[in-house]
Structure formats: structure tokens, C-alpha cells
């Protein structure tokens, strides 16, 4: 982990740590690199606990790939520091996502609290209350005239 983390903002204007804006997988190389880099054979010895072939295990040593989700998957039972820098690595984007989901809802709750109130809704924006799905209103179509017979399945 370098020394200094310097803060950056993504494109939503969320701050991420300077790891976390690299290029995806980084953290996952630096542990591969680690772990099995220094060893002798070290693409072999990652091809064994990754269950894949040769190259591809060289590949992902030398940053040209990431593990596909079968070999990931075999790479996490293998070894406890593989595994910890991906459940990092699902928390950060969590983190972000949720980030992005709120302030996405609040520019929209923001956009849509001018809106005036339904007729007859008696509040204000569009939140029209609970809504019934066992009966009710739900039941009744909305062409003049018409109602539906759940019984027959039909309208009528």
C-alpha cells in the first residue's frame, strides 16, 4: 500500500482513494505479485491454485489479465490474502454504488418536489400513499363503464 493516498473524485463527484481509482484488478495483482511472484515456477505454482492453464496464470502475473470467475473463485479457497482483496475490493464498489444510488435520489427528489399534487391525492409530489394489491381500486378498470370480474377473469 503506498505511503500517501491522494484523494481524487470520480465522475459523480464521490471521493475515492487513489488505489481505489486504478485500474480495476490493481490490488488483485499486487497480491498475486506478492504471494507467488518471488516464487520459483510461480506461474505454475498460480496455474495449480487458480485451476487454469499455464499462460493464463503467467498473464495475470504480468497484468495483461485478470482471472476469470472460475479461477478467481479457486484462487479465494487457495488463499486467504486473494480472497480478502476481493471482498475489499466488492466493498469499495458497493460503497460507490450506494454513494451514487443516494445522491442520485436526492437530485431526484429534488426535481420532482416542485411538482404539484395529483387532484384528489391530497399531498403533495407523486407519493399516492400504499398501495393495495389484494383488492381495491386495482380491481377496477379504468374505461368508464367497465369492471372486472376476477371470478371469470374477465372484463365486462
Known sequence: MPKSRRERRNNDGISVSASAASRP?????????????????????????????????????????LPQYESLIALM???????????????????????????????????????PAPEGSGGGGLDRGPVDLAGGPADQDLRPGVTVDRRRGGGG
Open 77 to 115: 479457497a487457495a488463499n486467504p490474502d486473494v480472497n480478502d482483496a476481493v471482498r475489499r475490493a466488492v466493498a469499495r464498489r458497493a460503497a460507490a454504488t450506494d454513494a451514487r444510488r443516494a445522491a442520485w435520489r436526492s437530485s431526484y427528489d429534488a426535481a420532482l418536489a416542485p411538482l
Open 25 to 65: 484488478g490493481e490490488d488483485l495483482w499486487e497480491v498475486l505479485a506478492r504471494t507467488y511472484g518471488r516464487l520459483r515456477g510461480a506461474a505454475k505454482v498460480l496455474a495449480e491454485d487458480g485451476d487454469a492453464s499455464e499462460a493464463a496464470a503467467g498473464n495475470w502475473l504480468r497484468k495483461r489479465n
